[in-house]
């Protein structure tokens, strides 16, 4: 199994904007829910959003309206769009593929002026 590669992170000021985007392999992209989880610092890891097989997507509730979750199934590619960007949003993020179990290896966002 490939590990899906995270691209996009990096530093933001508060109130920015970040992309983040996954790129997985193999055969069943489309047929397979994708999430995206975080990891702050000295926190367990939590789920942020999610893009359903059924082409529907879900988010947790602290997250509505800033975050949105899309995917493209030609180019098997997650993405995470980021917006209005506070400090308590620095964590490592992760997407990871229902269907597989697959992990990427995280990449750090940080927001800080």
């Known amino acids: 199994q490939v590990q899906p590669v995270e691209s996009g992170g990096g530093l933001a000021q508060p109130g920015g904007s970040l992309t983040l985007s996954c790129v997985f392999s193999?055969?069943?992209?489309?047929?397979?829910?994708l999430a995206w989880y975080r990891q702050a610092p000295g926190k367990q890891r939590e789920w942020v959003a999610e893009?359903?097989?059924?082409?529907?997507?879900n988010y947790v509730d602290s997250l509505k309206g800033r975050f949105a979750v899309s995917r493209d199934n030609a180019a098997k590619t997650l993405y995470l769009q980021m917006n209005n960007l506070k400090p308590e949003d620095t964590a490592v993020y992760y997407c990871?593929?229902?269907?597989?179990?697959?992990w990427g290896q995280g990449i750090q966002v940080t927001v800080s002026s």
């Open positions: 193999g055969s069943i992209f489309s047929f397979t829910t």
């Open positions: 893009s359903t097989r059924g082409g529907g997507t």
């Open positions: 990871n593929n229902r269907a597989t179990g697959s």
